[in-house]
């Protein structure tokens, strides 16, 4: 069946280093695809998104990447900081259906 | 304003026993999800509810049923419980169409259910 899934289950980056978080899905049918990031013991919370007919976007602090020809989604976190360690998932949106891959594990070293 | 509020917080069933897991917005919402929660498998979607009166089933359903009482109240049946079924369980709304970030979904604290 269709899925949303990571390459990496763990990243380990340095405190201030630039982090590449990356999600494989195979749904062409998505509209959105969004990033999600959950602290021990709560609910994922939302960072950020993107429109499939878009390739880029960018936040605060976080840029999200969409290679449809690959079906692949990324999210960079520049100057990565202690706060950012957590479990990252993408996620995908196909009309009112939010499906959720399996997570990266992102520690920060000091 | 408390969000999404999720009941009970932990529960330890026997198998066969049911029970109802209970959650209730107030962020007037038109979608609700369930989601269980497994080591290394990520948050699989059980079911959803596009809107009050609507329900789907999404990637995990078996073992499950919904019910969309109201715009408000979206709960989660489990009829026979099962070992299997031990997870932790989230319930999700998401913004409504036509608003800003209408990806973002709002979580509750989430059930850890046990069955033995």
């Known amino acids: 069946g269709e899925s949303v899934g990571l390459h990496l289950p763990t990243l380990s980056v340095q405190e201030g280093d630039n982090s590449i978080i990356n999600c494989a899905y195979s749904?062409?049918?998505?509209?959105?695809f969004i990033w999600y990031k959950q602290e021990s013991g709560k609910g994922p919370q939302f960072i950020i998104d993107i429109r499939s007919n878009m390739d880029k976007r960018q936040g605060q602090r976080v840029t999200v990447l969409l290679n449809k020809t690959v079906k692949h989604l990324s999210l960079q976190i520049a100057a990565t900081q202690p706060g950012d360690s957590a479990v990252y998932f993408c996620?995908?949106?196909?009309?009112?259906?939010?499906?959720f891959g399996a997570g990266t594990t992102v520690t920060v070293r000091a | 304003n408390a969000g999404v509020t999720q009941t009970p917080k932990f529960q330890v069933l026997k198998t066969g026993q049911s029970m109802t897991l209970q959650c209730a917005q107030d962020?007037?919402?038109?979608?609700m999800y369930w989601y269980r929660q497994d080591p290394g498998m990520g948050l699989r979607l059980i079911y959803y509810?596009?809107?009050?009166?609507?329900?789907d089933k999404g990637e995990v359903p078996n073992g499950y049923n919904v019910s969309r009482l109201n715009k408000r109240e979206f709960s989660l049946r489990l009829e026979s419980a099962a070992p299997s079924q031990t997870s932790v369980y989230f319930c999700a709304t998401l913004r409504n169409r036509g608003t800003p970030t209408n990806t973002e979904a709002f979580f509750g604290q989430g059930t850890r259910l046990t069955v033995v």
């Open positions: 509810s596009a809107s009050e009166g609507t329900t």
């Open positions: 996620a995908e949106k196909n009309d009112y259906k939010l499906s």
């Open positions: 962020m007037n919402h038109n979608s």
């Open positions: 749904n062409s049918a998505s509209d959105y």
